[in-house]
């Protein structure tokens, strides 16, 4: 579709952007050692898209012509490229699943509305037919929250919202946006930064996701320390249902009952189409600093992390990586920037003799923002409390590297499916005195499915959005599967992936800290918010939408639809 | 009951504490002055409880037999004074009425579970012998959120949480203290700071009022700035529903979908019992300082507040008073305390020779806590914002006296209600670019009130709470209506308060800040969050509670129950 930029159809980002490891010498030996796989072996890139075998669209005749009228015939697409696009989100299994070719339930068209008005009739159009309707932001999402149910007999329509891209209104007084929907990251900070103002809001998918997928999700971005999560960026929004709309003010705080606004965050399109909000921003910051520290193991680490949380200190971002995140970080800097080989050897050469245990080392950042009074004086609280737990600082230059390249790190799992390998995510969140065994929990778990499988396999970790009380730990795992079938591969993959989500049930943390529930993670939600606050939020999904006509089969595990 | 604290039935707070204009010499000339009322003219105390004519329970045998074995029958109480005290919150018109002997529908029975396994037994005999439930806590609302439809057929039973009153456990660790739904905050207070801790939360109700209450109603106490609102505070909880709990268990933040936590917050009864919740407690802190500042007037003050919220200090309390609320805090200082007579008129000597209007005077209280460098750096930082605007430093005394006094003014209103006059709240929350026409808009209302009932009227304000994006507004207003009749003494009442929310609504700002919906608020429910935004909200309660057992009649106006 014409002015509305797509990701790869078969993997993370923009054509002709791709991870490369030989310009990073020590990745592959790295990588050969802990995860046994060979990244230099000959790859089997992704198929032409003339290869796969789309299923023709089922749109009928009639609901196409209400649906050209709705938004004009030009921006009704039932071309097989776009369909593709709109099939999967960028999960790890989408992505074996759409190189493979295998695509059970394709969307049978996608609408490109151009405003609120064109999404309402849309909306209306929809569901008097009784199909099914799919908000469709970025398509970054890694929980499975886009793909038509395999079974659906019903039509699909993916309601693409990339042109509902603009900045409407700033609000100077209050520090509040009005913005739509469908703009991603980039696009939209750049219409804030030109007015002086940003959101200040930075997830990983920054680049290929927007706000209304934020808000649908309840995304975190690294920043989160300072700026909250979208869930308290959120003041006000508008959300499309069939025959009305959910109009809710810019508020700074309310007690008009049970938060609505809250029911529409992380609705992931099962309450309607949220197609503008309203949202903190804030002036762009006089300074802006990332500092790289050094810890000499996890549990200082952490204990750190936690004290800078209660500290006077308000920093921006607070994240450290545990032992095999450090190294896998290391091993993959260039050679002249960041930790360089040879700054590497010096200074661990010096830390080794100061008795620190070189396998066990951490690297964090922590962001600074505001005058230069400000920052001067979190630095030194900041910098008391690394030095208490043992640790040191590296200084700005690594910080400002990792800021660069923040966004980076989804390529390199497209790279690893072309050499047969598979590397995803898994995110949470839980108390600080449950962080430890969350941590110890998922690694000895995922260490349990990697020799189940019998294959080497690799687990990393980090931890970022502290809070008053708790935090976010992030795990990245990778492992060769060893078999060539789809399927087989999938259930390997399955096998880790359940392995890890039922640990943090287990240990207290929760299904997800930012990347949602999907179909993915619904598995485990009453295990999360209990047998009855599923009831609860069956309550409210069914009786918004009886007819399940509302992006069905996200959310809930399907023993709970209706 | 024994061992459960009550308030008067007839009032605000304990037996033996009362308001007393006497001490305070200048108080009676000012009231006389501003709203026509002579507080030395003979009052009419509440009647004689025995004078009432309080209608019989009609609690069945079955059914108190039933609850009896829940609860043992010392705890089924049904005597008089029980079920009155049970019947009103705390608002005006709960008080006029309750004076009045204007007992419409009184819970048929009162029923003191000890913990959460007997308010489930209480919740399943209720909903089974299909009667109506209303979850009691301090009995301070002042919403109309605990009174029993006037037309309900069927049982009526309050369950007092009055007995659930313990601090369950403190996870030091994490910040987080498990703790009983109905202590009231004293209590709670006194266990949390004998382990060092605190939650911080104060409400003006804070004597009167449980935890329970607080999460029930989106609560929001004076310290919210720092310590955030309760539906902040609170992260995780327990509901006992007919059947079964929903357990939240204690996150810093979750993508699990929409939040059944913040369906629960502000539920106001209609979800079900609270029995206990997670919540955030911090270390007592080593410094607390409440400095009084002065500004030359309302829209300085105002831009100062701003200024305040979006600079590095990170006060705990934010507050200041329009000039009417500013004259009558003068005029309630005792001769030796505060900013005395005689301190006063030196101190406004100074500021009318630097050409302040005195009339237009705004006074100022901000909190501080913490170590003491970041005390002294906030009130550096606030000085000099303070400054900028035109304002001038009292300093800590009048701060003090403010923070010792500071829960005592709901008694006002029943010295009030003894010389015919009537005193009440509203309190809204808007973004920072709406406030001031928040302010004139509600003033000018108020005023057309006081003019279309011919009488003298007063209205005062205060901000307080300040967030990223907006703050709330509290007004205070007071007339003698001039009647004799309680029904036309009420009509009077409405007549005012109606036109104080009315554009509250007008102008952008919400029905209630942190006071809930009740009954009171109800009616604008629709206008504050939409009318297909209240649709969602009816399809959550009806889809929990499709035979109206849970507290029916709160929340909604009349016309969206089912």
Redesign the interface.
């Known amino acids: 579709m014409k002015g509305v930029a797509h990701q790869k159809w078969w993997g993370w980002g923009v054509e002709g952007v791709a991870f490369n490891y030989r310009d990073k010498p020590r990745m592959a030996p790295f990588v050969m050692d802990k995860v046994g796989i060979d990244l230099s072996a000959p790859g089997t890139p992704p198929p032409a898209f003339e290869e796969l075998d789309v299923p023709a669209s089922r749109l009928g005749e009639e609901l196409a012509a209400t649906l050209g009228s709705a938004v004009g015939a030009e921006h009704v697409v039932t071309e097989d490229l776009d369909r593709v696009v709109h099939t999967y989100g960028k999960g790890l299994a989408d992505l074996v699943r759409v190189r493979a070719g295998d695509l059970p339930r394709v969307p049978d068209v996608v609408v490109y509305p151009a405003d609120e008005d064109e999404v309402r009739k849309v909306v209306d159009a929809v569901v008097a037919a009784d199909g099914v309707l799919i908000p469709f932001g970025g398509g970054s999402n890694i929980s499975g929250s886009l793909t038509p149910p395999p079974a659906e007999e019903r039509t699909v329509v993916s309601l693409d919202l990339g042109r509902l891209n603009r900045v409407l209104e700033v ?6 946006a009005r913005i739509q929907a469908g703009v991603l990251g980039p696009d939209m900070e750049e219409q804030l930064n030109a007015r002086g103002w940003t959101m200040g809001h930075q997830p990983d998918s920054f680049r290929h996701s927007t706000l209304g997928g934020w808000i649908a ?4 971005g690294m920043q989160s320390d300072k700026y909250g ?1 979208i ?1 308290d960026i959120t ?1 006000g929004l508008r ?1 499309v ?1 069939p025959g ?17 606004r ?7 399109g099962r ?1 309607g189409v949220i197609t503008e909000a309203w949202v ?1 921003v ?1 002036r762009v910051p006089e300074n802006r600093d990332i500092i790289a520290y050094l810890y000499p193991s996890w549990s200082a680490a952490l204990a750190a992390m936690q004290e800078i949380s ?1 500290s ?1 200190a ?1 920093p921006t971002v607070t994240r450290v990586s545990d032992a095999n995140e450090t190294a896998f970080s290391f091993s993959t800097q260039k050679a002249k920037k960041g930790v360089s080989g040879k700054v590497q050897t010096v200074l661990f050469d010096v830390l080794a003799r100061r008795g620190w245990d070189l396998d066990a080392v951490c690297l964090s950042y922590v962001g600074y923002e ?2 230069s ?2 920052v001067k ?1 979190e630095k030194s609280i900041v910098g008391k409390i690394v030095k208490k737990h043992g640790g040191i600082k590296l200084g700005r230059g690594p910080g400002a590297l990792y800021d660069q390249k923040k966004f980076d790190t989804p390529y390199i799992r497209d790279f690893l499916l072309d050499i047969g390998a598979m590397g995803d995510v898994s995110e949470t ?6 962080l430890m065994d969350v941590y110890t929990g998922t690694i000895r778990s995922a260490r349990e499915a990697f020799d189940q499988l019998g294959v080497q396999g690799f687990i990393m970790c980090h931890l970022s ?1 502290s ?6 730990l992030y795990f990245t795992f990778a492992f060769a599967p060893g078999v060539e079938p789809v399927d087989e591969q999938l259930e390997r993959y399955w096998v880790v992936k359940r392995a890890i989500q039922q640990s943090f049930i287990d240990t ?10 999907g179909t993915d ?1 619904a598995h485990w ?1 009453e295990e ?6 599923t ?10 939408d009886p007819g399940r006509n509302l992006n069905p089969g996200t ?1 809930l595990p399907a023993h709970r639809e209706w």
Chains 1, 2 share one sequence.
Do not use: F, N
């Not at 999700?217 to 975190?220: H, I, N």
């Not at 207290?508 to 930012?514: D, L, V």
């Not at 999360?528 to 606050?533: K, T």
């Open positions: 609000d100077e007084a209050a520090g509040l999700t309840r995304s975190s999560d869930a003041r959300l249902q009305k709309v959910v109009v809710l003010r810019p508020l700074p705080s309310t007690s008009s009952g049970p938060s609505v809250e029911m529409i965050l992380g609705s992931e309450l903190h804030h209660t006077d308000h505001g005058g009074a400000r004086a969140a839980a108390p600080w005195s449950k959005h809070y008053h009380s708790g935090a976010c207290g943390a929760t299904i997800s800290h930012h990347h949602g529930v993670h939600l999360d918010i209990s047998s009855a606050g009831d609860v939020m069956v309550a409210l999904l069914r009786g918004v959310l």
